[in-house]
């Protein structure tokens, strides 16, 4: 089993709906949770990261972390065409660049 | 402020071959860490060099190694190359092995044949 699930998609959604994209971990020890968004044939471009459970918020994005479900969710506000990447949760215990990903779900807005 | 770099973008290699696979972090940046992507496994962390020492390391083989220079700069090289060796090579950067931001370049694919 895999230190942290994520569904591989493809969702698809049109334009200006919310998109909710969500990661459960089994790790006990992870501190740190960020959201990845990568481009086809670029690298993994940082969107959000969060220490605690709570919700943190940058534009359009929303960060959500649920430390006692161990779920981790990131919302999408108005999606546009240009989010159409996919979304790569991850975490870490602390050792900042020793990450654990989620797979990745493929996002596509639609016009 | 230029990005994480990643030398050469795209090659081809035999089986049983070597590769060396280079990156220059953000100037300033100290941390340097690899990663292999691969439609299968997703992204695995390789390891992770801090003022040329090697900090952390994951679940590969010896025949994925590295170093870091003395201006941060780094390389990694694979020996005797598998066909599922073939993947996306992603080097990410960072100020210092604490920081949680990190940054990854663009990557380096490999297909092994």
């Known amino acids: 089993q895999k230190e942290v699930e994520q569904d591989p998609g493809p969702l698809s959604v049109p334009e200006g709906a919310i998109v909710s994209l969500n990661c459960t971990y089994s790790?006990?020890?992870?501190?740190?949770f960020m959201w990845y968004r990568q481009y086809s044939r670029k690298g993994p471009e940082l969107l959000m990261y969060?220490?605690?459970?709570g919700n943190k918020e940058d534009g359009r994005f929303t960060a959500q972390v649920d430390k006692s479900s161990k779920y981790i969710s990131l919302f999408i506000r108005d999606s546009q065409p240009s989010d159409s990447a996919t979304y790569l949760c991850a975490s870490n215990t602390g050792t900042a660049s020793k990450l654990t990903f989620g797979t990745g779900t493929r996002l596509q807005v639609t016009l | 402020k230029a990005g994480v770099t990643q030398t050469p973008r795209y090659l081809i290699k035999t089986r049983g071959q070597q590769v060396t696979l280079s990156c220059s972090p953000i100037s300033g940046h100290r941390s340097v860490s690899w990663y292999q992507q691969t439609p299968g496994q997703g992204l695995q962390f390789l390891f992770e060099?801090?003022?040329?020492?090697?900090?952390n390391k994951g679940n590969f083989p010896g025949r994925f190694s590295g170093r870091q220079f003395s201006n941060s700069r780094s390389e990694m090289n694979v020996s005797t190359l598998e066909l599922g060796d073939s993947a996306l090579y992603l080097c990410?950067?960072?100020?210092?092995?604490?920081?949680?931001?990190?940054?990854f370049g663009e990557g380096s694919w490999l297909t092994v044949v």
């Open positions: 060099y801090f003022s040329e020492t090697q900090r």
């Open positions: 790790n006990s020890a992870f501190q740190y």
């Open positions: 969060t220490y605690s459970s």
């Open positions: 990410a950067s960072s100020l210092d092995s604490r920081e949680n931001t990190i940054y």
